[in-house]
């Protein structure tokens, strides 16, 4: 594997990423918490790997330009500034959330995880759509 694999390696975890945010979600609604558990875990590995992907693909190759043009090019931009400001409030709410289920105050581990769970898939998802529009389009 090469520096040049890394976006696709990259938007891969994302997408695992989102599978398993989603599977967790699923998991707490029926009430499987230690299935939750894992789930929320998983993402959380997957999300830190991703995280450390990305930060190996830029140190190396810098910023990557995106060549589309019109009305296209404002939308990609709108994805990628909502997805930049909300990808660096993800880690602070993760650890938030985990750190008070870990401690086990559940009722403040539900409020926070409202916030942190459409937050982190929106990061998530737009992940993928960033990576197609910069490198599949």
């Known amino acids: 594997m090469t520096v040049q694999d890394l976006p696709h390696l990259n938007a891969t975890l994302n997408a695992v990423a989102t599978l398993m945010i989603l599977a967790g979600f699923a998991m707490v609604r029926s009430k499987r918490i230690i299935a939750h558990r894992a789930c929320m875990l998983g993402a959380v590995a997957v999300s830190s790997a991703f995280l450390a992907s990305y930060l190996v693909y830029h140190f190396n190759v810098g910023s990557v330009k995106y060549e589309g043009v019109g009305t296209i090019r404002a939308v990609y931009f709108f994805i990628l500034i909502s997805h930049v400001v909300l990808a660096a409030v993800v ?8 750190y008070r289920a ?11 995880a409202r916030w942190t769970l459409p937050i982190w898939l929106y990061v998530s998802v737009t992940g993928v759509i960033v990576y197609w529009m910069l490198y599949r389009m």
């Open 102 to 112: 870990f401690r086990n105050q559940i009722d403040h581990h539900r409020r926070i």
């Open 91 to 98: 880690p602070v709410l993760v650890g938030i959330t985990l």
